[in-house]
């Protein structure tokens, strides 16, 4: 079902809904990009969210509170097979990418994630920099480019950080 306008972007009120239901996920894509210090811009969400059976039944909850439905207008939420599954929310957009590009999915990010407080309560599963580079050079799109080279410049300033921080 198409919608009649875009919703207003409100990545708080999405990470609230998963959080209501409890859903575990990491946040990848271009917001995380920017939660890790690039400077660009995005209008979405994308999530990896853990595969057990428990969490994506948590998972369907939420996106019933968010009034998820598929872009290309098909029912099912299913993830089983799907790369992404792109779906419009009432707080805008949601992807959810069960097995990013160049990684093996939610434990593979989880080890070295960092949580990251949003505000209004919100803390965040971020993936890492290094992971983040990693799934972007993995789709070795020319779009990426600028992200990928900006994601190794925040990359390089935080090893001169964390040289200086040694004793």
Request: aromatic share 2%; net charge negative; charged share 30%.
């Amino acid at each position: 079902m198409a919608r009649a306008s875009e919703p207003d972007f409100d990545p708080i009120g999405i990470f609230k809904a998963l959080d209501r239901a409890r859903v575990s996920y990491i946040v990848i894509g271009g917001l995380a990009r920017v939660l890790q210090g690039t400077d660009e811009l995005t209008d979405g969400v994308d999530i990896v969210p853990a595969m057990r059976e428990e969490n994506l039944r948590r998972l369907d909850l939420a996106l019933d509170e968010l009034n998820a439905q598929r872009r290309d207008g098909k029912k099912t939420r299913a993830l089983t097979g799907v790369n992404v599954l792109e779906l419009g929310t009432d707080l805008g957009e949601l992807k959810i990418v069960p097995e990013p590009a160049g990684t093996r999915g939610f434990d593979d990010l989880r080890r070295a994630a960092s949580r990251e407080y949003l505000g209004s309560g919100v803390r965040v599963a971020v993936a890492s920099v290094g992971d983040l580079a990693r799934m972007t050079a993995a789709l070795g799109r020319e779009q990426d480019e600028p992200a990928l080279r900006m994601l190794h410049s925040v990359a390089e300033i935080e090893r001169s950080i964390g040289h200086g921080l040694e004793l």
